[in-house]
């Protein structure tokens, strides 16, 4: 008999997995919903032989949850510290070890980042999928002791065009999930009162069955109050704050670390957490209020794996133990058995740990905020964890143990693709430009950008959309002035798929290029960055390939350029038997402003010269001109980290050197669309540009400039041995490109209605 029920007054069960064979070990990881391997339950089975005795069930979950993909990085640690994890620059404070990476900001203060997905819970249930994801990435900026200041929301989804019959079965159409998503993000972001203040949206049917909701946040936090996620020492107490415990988001963590299928709709809803923005607002204040008045030794967020996952690493991190009475935590529902207590994800819960003789205040203030708190245990000097409910003790294990896992340097297949440009010119360029303006990557995000506020507390510098009212145009990056000083954050959020499905190394590269590009384009030096790698089965040799080769380039530039990676997310398994997503290795960069005063947006102003910087090539692999003409190339663009520096710098030199009126990097749709976007939000212009390749080109290291005194500008650059070329001015109401002739009326209204069209 592998399960034989324990003689106590609740719930619980003595798993025998001593003496099971490996058809029965794996019986026990199905049938209890571990999602561990049947190598992973040898190891356990030879722990629990070397301790004389079988597991209780709320142990053998409790390693499940630690060893789950999602908590642990097993298949990922291997490469990342390989390839992404020795970029060393002496303003980072604190880089990957914990919730959220810590930066300086300036001589008092630091800003703290973090960038996570909730992916699978999104294809389930969009709504509370998306608005979970927000409140976790608010804990993990939290929990340093930071004040939440702006989030970012990179989406990807199926194609809005496919018909309902196409839908492989067990899946949601994309607009539905877009609907849902964008309205989980809204409502909890606008309730909790932090602005969402940059993003992004992709369509691509690679995500039909597997969408990808991506959420970042960046805090700020005074120096002397950053709060690390470890406990002080022997005899702190473990104060449990927040929202109470239930049965939503039981085997999260495992869920997510496994691929979707048509069954998962209705078994694995109860895997998604139920979010409370009204109790997250004053649990932040409260926290927030115990960190200023210095009363916490440490606080970690109750994130993936629940109350099994925070006491443990909080404990083992200082070198020390700890014991729970798991009674003690308040609950939503009466009837839950110890082991759904124990790895429960309800959210907005924080764990605090706190030196005796500060409890009572502790408690105080958050009873002052209205916010549930209790004692659950207390931090021993052992290396064990023990747990205890109704006074009996239901768990004894090595923290070590638990929390060490397993590491794979898993196979992996790099797939050669010869390089191949089959690409002619069009002759109708008007018509594939208004086509490009109305394709869903490209068009107008304003349905939903205006769902969300991005001007709550009133530190938006540099809002999403701007431009003429009414008129408004998108730019690079956001940016907010978190602090009383002028000094600012610019913010942006960076990935393209197609380029990476079709050169994972080239396609992470130009998705870095493009980070650099949209800082540089407001006036910001590029200073750190956080990235969320997005990639199916690592099970599966070529998958793992595309996630090898990502990291690789990843690393490649970073070192380079040098800018740091902080912080950081790996998200595996998104795959169905429908396909595998596109390799998204989605990228947060954070740029430093000295001045917000001096910030540059993107549209004309029709008052100077136009000037590219940069040099075009024939580079058309991933593009949007392939997409639209049926063409096809396999020459994703190039870069380097040493010509992108070098690029970089001279750009923000010379925005010191001249007056430049605005400033816009080229992307989806290279020039063409770069000058359209540039048009709407102010003037039209005149370019010469009369081939399809310096029209459409998606070359990176390139931003059109509108300054004074275009062709000294342009001698600035060549003097240093870079590109940059007098194409134009601005002038008058349309676009006008060497023949070329498109009103703004028609730019606006193509750009404009290429998302309504499906949204209404």
Known sequence: MLYKKVDVPFELYEIDVINANDDNLKKISDELGLALSVDEMRRIKTYF???????YDIELQSIAQAWSEHCCYK???CYLKQHLFDVKVDYVISAIEEDAGIVEFDDDYAYVVALESHNHPSAIEPYGGAATGVGGILRDVLCMGAQPVALVDPLFFGELSTNHEDLPRGT???????????AGIRDYGNRVGIPTVAGMVFF????????????????????????????GGAGDIFVLAGGYTGRDGIHGVTFASAELDESSEEESRSAVQLGNPIIKEPLIHACLEIVEKGLLTGMKDLGGGGLSCVIGEMAISAGFGAEV????????????APWEIWVSESQERMMLTVSPQYVDEVLYIFQKWDIPAVVV?????????RVYYKGYKIYDMDIDFVVGAVEYCRDYKVKEVAEVDETKSVHDFEGLILRMLEHPNVASKEWIIRQYDHQVRASTVLPPLHGKANAETHGDAAVIRPTSSWRGLALTADVNPWMCKVSPFWGTASSFDEVIRNLVAVNSKPHSFADCLN???PEKPERMGEFVECVKALGWMARGYPLPCVSGNVSFYNETAHSAVAPTPTLMGIGIVEDVRYVLTSHFKGKGDIVLVGETKKEFGGSLYCKLTNQRSTVVPKTSPEKLRNYANTMLDSFKQFRVYACHDLSEGGLAVTLAEMCMGGFGCKVKANSYVSLFSESNTRWV???????EFVKFFTEKGLKAELIGESIGNSLEISGISLSLEEIEKAWRNGLIRYTG
């Open 172 to 182: 949601k159409h994309p607009l539905y999930l877009l609907s849902g998503v964008v």
């Open 204 to 231: 691509d049917n690679s995500y039909l069955t597997n969408c990808l909701v991506n959420v970042g946040c960046v805090g700020i936090v005074r120096k002397n109050r950053v709060v690390h996620s470890k406990v």
């Open 75 to 77: 298949s990922s640690k």
């Open 49 to 55: 032989e070397k301790l004389g005795r079988n597991p």
């Open 705 to 711: 400039v509108e300054v004074d005194c275009g062709e």
């Open 377 to 385: 245990g207390r931090v021993t000097d052992s290396k064990k964890l």
């Open 535 to 537: 990639f199916g089965n």
């Open 325 to 336: 009475w798991l009674d003690k935590v308040p609950l939503k529902e009466e009837g839950m």
